[in-house]
């Protein structure tokens, strides 16, 4: 029992650290910057889609079993959302917020 907690715990602390995309963006406020800070931070978005006129970049970070999708939301040529869906203690490295 004692040697499968040290398993989780381990395998936990290097889910963390086992993506080199992992990077700590804190409390940054894209709201009204060019999508170009986003990919400055992240690397290319892996999609892109157009709705309403409105286009939408997607960054899926983290791993299988521990996921997190980023979305931004352009509003013309700055960002008008950054939005994190997925595993909170993933997510929590790339939080940002509108403003």
Sequence with gaps: MRNLAILAATAMAMAG???SNNIRLGAT???GQPLSAVVA???P??????NA??????????????????RVT???DVIDAYETTGDPN????YAGYAG
């Design 45 to 50: 978005p892996e999609s892109q889609e157009t």
């Design 17 to 19: 650290c086992s993506n």
């Design 74 to 76: 352009m509003a013309g």
């Design 90 to 93: 993933i997510c929590g490295t």
């Design 29 to 31: 406020n894209y709201k």
């Design 53 to 70: 006129g409105q286009k939408t970049y997607v960054w899926n970070m983290g791993q299988t079993l521990w996921p997190c999708r980023i």
């Design 41 to 43: 931070r992240l690397g």
